[in-house]
C-alpha cells in the first residue's frame, strides 16, 4: 500500500501533535499536548486573574515598630514502602512572597522571606490586629513561580498569624500542616522548585569559560538565572487528568508546553491519605519541572506518547524523559544512591509505591537494590533508545563517584554538570535537528578541553552519534543492513503503544533527510526480495507509526513484496526523516540500498 500526502499535510503535522497527549512516565509524571477530549484547563469562562506580586517594602508613616518571625511547612517524606508520616519539624519557607494585612484585608507592608524562612519587616505602631500572610508565590532572583488552587480562580496558598503591631516584637513561628487544609504540599512543590533553581545556579555558576563550535557554529554556556515564571497548579484531594476527560482514578501530574503551565496531582475526590498524591513526591514535582526548564532554556523534538522504563522507544523522546529523570536525582543528590520515586497514599492511610528505581545502577537480575522493572540495555547503541540508560549516564557524568559499570567499563568521571548543561541548551542555539542523547554527547564532545565522558555512555551501551536515529547522509556507496529479530511483532501503523520491547532500536534504519524542495523519488532495493521491508517518509515534526504524520509511504505486506519500492511524493524545502522498517522479521538479515532522485544514501554518524 502507497500512502501519497504531500507537502499539503505540513499544517496537519503539528495539529496531529495537539492531539495525542504525551502520556504518562512511570505512573504519574508526564509532559502533555492537549488531546481534546475534555475542557481544555485554562480555556473555560470566567477566568480570574491571578492577583499582583507584592513583594517590596512599602514605606511606613508614623512610628513604627519592627516585627520579625519565621516560617515553615510540614512534610512527608517519600521512601521505598511509599509516603511516610508527617516530619517532626519544619523545612524553611524560603524566599516566599508575604503580606501584611489590617482587619479590612488591606495590605499594610509586603516582603519576601530570607533563605532560612525568616521575615522582618517595619510597620505603623498602633493597637488594631494586623496579620502576616506567607503566600505561595516567588518572584525574585532564586525563583519565579506560583503555586495556585486552578487555572480559573488562579489562587495561591497562605498561611497566617495574627499580632498587634503595639510593640517590636517576635511573632513566632507560621507553619503549613501536611494534614488537614495540607498548605504543607503547596510550600513542598514551591521549595522543591527552589531548590532546583539553586542547584542550577550553583552547577552553572562559573560555566561562562565553557565554550565550543559544533558544526561551525559556536555555542557557550551561560550561568542559570530564573528568568521565566512558572504557574503550577495543585489543589488537595483533585487529579488534574479531570481536566482532560479522563477519569478521577487515572492519576497524573504533567507539563502543558502549549500553556506553559504545570499541573500537579494532589489526589482522587478529595481523598489524599489513600490515593495517588504527588505534592510530596520531589521526584515528580523536580521532573515536571525540568520539562518547564526544557521548554525555556533548551528544545525538545519528543513527540510524547506513553513510554516506559523498561522499553526502548523514539530517542526524542527517551531524551526529553531520561533527562528529566536525571535531573531530578541531581537535585536531589549527587553524594548517595538517588531514586525516582512515585508513591500511592501516605502513612495516615495505606501507601505504597507505584514507581522506585534507581539512578545511579543498572537494575538486572544481580542488583536488586535499584528496584524493578529491569531495564538494562544489551546491545551497543541500544542505551540511546532507553530512558533511564540516558539517566544513569548522565548522572555518572554529575556525579562525585566513580562506579564499575560492567567487567569492562569503570567510570571516572566527577562533577561535569555544567558541561551537560551547556549540550543541553546548545540544543536550543544550534540549528540542530531530531534531537537525541547521542546528538546531545556530539555537542558536549565539541566543547574545548571537553571532558571524555565516553566511560559512562559506553557502561550503558549507548554510543555518541547519530549512527542508530537520524543519520545524515554518509554519500558514497553502501550496502546496509537491519538486524533480524524474531521478537519482533510489531503493527506498522497508527498505534500509539508502538514500538515495544526495543523493536524500534532492532528494525529500523533511520536517516536525516534534507531536501531543497520539489518533487522527490525515494527507490528501496533490498535482498532478500520476500522480506518485508517498509519505507515512510516524515516531516522533521512527527510521530513515528502514524499515517497522519507521514508525508508519503510505502506499507506492504509479505505477500506483495518483491525487493523494489519506489516512491514519488513533492517535498517542501526543510529536513525529513526517512524510516526504513523491517516489519515482523526472522530469519537472515535483509540488505538494502536506498536512493533519493537516483543518488544513494548512506548512514553517517
Avoid at 19 to 31: K, Y
Avoid at 78 to 102: C, N
Wanted: some cysteine; overall charge negative; hydrophobic content about 30%.
Amino acid at each position: 500500500m502507497i500512502l501519497e500526502f504531500g507537502v499539503e499535510n505540513a499544517d496537519k503535522i503539528k495539529m496531529r501533535r495537539k492531539q495525542v497527549p504525551f502520556l504518562f512516565l512511570l505512573s504519574t509524571a508526564c509532559v502533555f499536548i492537549y488531546n481534546g477530549c475534555g475542557p481544555e484547563p485554562s480555556n473555560g469562562p470566567n477566568i480570574v486573574a491571578e492577583k499582583a506580586y507584592c513583594g517590596s517594602a512599602i514605606s511606613q508613616t508614623g512610628t513604627t515598630v519592627t516585627i520579625t518571625g519565621s516560617a515553615g511547612y510540614f512534610y512527608r517524606t517519600p521512601g521505598a514502602l511509599g509516603l511516610g508520616a508527617v516530619s517532626g519539624t519544619t523545612k524553611p519557607i524560603r524566599y516566599a512572597e508575604f503580606h501584611v494585612v489590617d482587619s479590612g484585608g488591606n495590605i499594610q507592608q509586603c516582603g519576601e522571606t530570607d533563605s532560612s524562612g525568616n521575615f522582618s519587616f517595619t510597620v505603623t505602631q498602633g493597637t488594631g490586629s494586623l496579620t502576616i500572610e506567607i503566600i505561595s508565590r516567588a518572584y525574585n532572583s532564586n525563583s519565579k513561580v506560583s503555586v495556585l488552587n486552578d487555572p480559573t480562580n488562579n489562587g495561591y496558598y497562605k498561611i497566617t498569624k495574627s499580632f498587634t503591631p503595639n510593640s517590636t516584637q517576635n511573632v513566632g513561628s507560621v507553619t503549613a500542616s501536611a494534614t488537614g487544609s495540607l498548605e504543607g504540599g503547596a510550600f513542598n512543590i514551591l521549595d522543591k522548585i527552589l531548590d532546583a533553581n539553586l542547584f542550577l545556579k550553583n552547577k552553572t555558576s562559573g560555566c561562562g569559560t565553557i565554550s565550543g563550535t559544533y558544526n561551525s557554529v559556536a555555542f557557550s554556556c551561560s550561568p542559570f538565572a530564573p528568568d521565566y515564571k512558572a504557574a503550577v497548579y495543585w489543589k488537595p484531594g483533585f487529579n488534574p487528568n479531570t481536566y482532560l476527560g479522563s477519569a478521577a482514578d487515572e492519576t497524573l501530574s504533567f507539563y502543558d508546553p502549549d500553556e506553559d503551565k504545570i499541573y500537579i496531582c494532589g489526589g482522587v475526590s478529595g481523598d489524599v491519605n489513600n490515593s495517588d498524591t504527588d505534592h510530596f513526591d520531589n521526584s515528580i514535582i523536580i521532573h515536571e519541572y525540568g520539562h518547564f526548564l526544557e521548554n525555556h532554556y533548551s528544545v525538545s523534538d519528543s513527540p510524547g506518547g506513553s513510554h516506559s522504563g523498561t522499553k526502548a522507544m523514539d530517542p526524542r523522546l527517551m531524551l526529553s524523559e531520561g533527562f528529566q529523570n536525571f535531573f531530578q536525582a541531581a537535585v536531589q543528590s549527587l553524594s548517595t544512591d538517588p531514586f525516582y520515586i512515585d508513591t500511592e497514599g501516605n502513612a495516615d492511610g495505606a501507601t505504597g509505591v507505584l514507581f522506585y528505581k534507581s539512578i545511579e545502577y543498572k537494575c538486572n537480575a544481580g542488583n536488586n537494590t535499584c528496584g524493578s522493572p529491569f531495564d538494562a540495555a544489551t546491545t551497543s547503541g541500544e542505551g540511546n533508545f532507553r530512558e533511564f540508560a540516558i539517566s544513569r549516564a548522565l548522572y555518572d557524568i554529575a556525579d562525585t563517584n566513580d562506579d564499575t559499570l560492567s567487567t569492562t567499563v569503570t567510570e571516572n568521571i566527577d562533577d561535569k554538570f555544567a558541561e551537560i548543561w551547556t549540550a543541553f541548551t546548545a540544543l536550543k542555539t544550534l540549528p540542530v535537528h531530531f534531537r537525541n542523547i547521542g546528538l546531545l554527547y556530539k555537542i558536549q564532545a565539541t566543547i574545548t578541553g571537553a571532558t571524555n565522558i565516553s566511560s559512562a555512555y559506553a557502561g550503558e551501551l549507548q554510543v555518541a552519534d547519530l549512527s542508530g536515529y537520524s543519520s545524515p547522509n554518509a554519500g558514497g556507496s553502501c550496502t546496509p543492513s537491519i538486524t533480524s529479530s524474531a521478537a519482533i511483532n510489531s503493527p506498522n501503523t497508527n498505534d500509539p503503544s508502538w514500538p515495544n520491547n526495543g523493536a524500534l532500536f532492532l528494525s529500523t534504519d533511520s536517516y536525516d533527510y534534507v531536501s531543497s524542495g520539489g518533487s522527490t523519488t525515494f527507490t528501496l532495493q533490498y535482498t532478500p526480495a520476500g522480506k518485508d521491508l517498509d519505507i515512510h517518509i516524515y516531516r522533521e515534526e512527527h510521530i513515528l507509526f502514524y499515517t497522519a504524520t507521514m508525508v508519503a509511504a510505502d506499507i506492504r505486506s509479505s505477500t506483495q513484496e518483491n525487493g523494489n519500492i519506489s516512491l514519488s511524493t513533492s517535498l517542501a524545502a526543510g529536513h525529513y526523516l526517512i524510516l526504513i522498517h523491517y516489519y515482523n522479521g526472522s530469519g537472515a538479515s535483509p540488505t538494502y540500498t536506498l536512493r533519493a532522485n537516483g543518488v544513494q544514501l548512506c548512514p553517517g554518524s
